[in-house]
Antibody, heavy 120, light 110 residues
């Protein structure tokens, strides 16, 4: 049973960089069949795709966030990570990591999500 | 990219059928069969209910079905049950190699 677990600070100051890691267990992040993505959900609002990465490092990003987002993968640790720079209160959200296939089309497995609050 | 358009809320009585629409453009919903639907209960992660417009993952009740016509996809829940009360989101792959979600629909079982 594949499991994904998000980890990282729950509080980030405005203008700083939000950093989260997703640890994959019960399967290999190097599987050729899957992409690995980040999706967020502001409190009381809808889902927003942030971006996705393949184990080789190939990435896709949401154009509206692309200038501030970096997604990376560490196959040795079976982890992938999200960095979102210059955060504001609008970036306060529950951040989910997910396994996606084919390409980035579907989130077939999701982490439980982690709330990140941007506040001074 | 703009979110796909869904009704804010849909309600029905137990046993009834309801349909949720998801309207996009020819660059997303209308251009690809990579349309999916997610169910999300409060405080929980989304769960994939439909993929490839109309396919159900293993373990998803056959009371859930999907379809598409032009730029609009639809999710139908038949034999509505109390446990179906949740938020539902559609999503679509796009011509820009991105993923877009719908605005979300709250389903209420009366």
């Amino acid at each position: 049973q594949l499991q994904l677990q998000e980890s990282g600070p729950g509080l980030v100051k405005p203008s700083e960089t939000l950093s989260l890691t997703c640890t994959v267990s019960g399967g290999s992040i190097s599987s050729s069949s899957y992409y690995w993505g980040w999706i967020r959900q502001p409190p009381g609002k809808g889902l927003e795709w942030i971006g996705s990465i393949y184990y080789s490092g190939s990435t896709y990003y949401n154009p509206s966030l692309k200038s501030r987002v970096t997604i990376s993968v560490d196959t040795s640790k079976n982890q992938f990570s999200l960095k979102l720079s210059s955060v504001t209160a609008a970036d306060t959200a529950v951040y989910y990591c997910a396994r996606q296939t084919p390409l980035i089309a579907y989130g077939v497995d999701w982490g439980q999500g982690t709330l990140v609050t941007v506040s001074s | 990219q703009s979110a796909l358009t869904q009704p804010a809320s849909v309600s029905g009585s137990p046993g009834q059928s309801i349909t949720i629409s998801c309207t996009g453009t020819s660059s997303d919903v209308g251009g690809y069969n990579y349309v999916s639907w997610y169910q999300q209960h409060p405080g929980k992660a989304p769960k994939l209910m439909i993929y490839d417009v109309s396919n159900r993952p293993s373990g998803v009740s056959n009371r859930f079905s999907g379809s598409k016509s032009g730029n609009t996809a639809s999710l139908t829940i038949s034999g509505l049950q109390a446990e179906d009360e949740a938020d539902y989101y559609c999503s679509s792959y796009t011509s820009s190699s991105t993923l877009v979600f719908g605005t979300g629909t709250k389903v209420t079982v009366l």
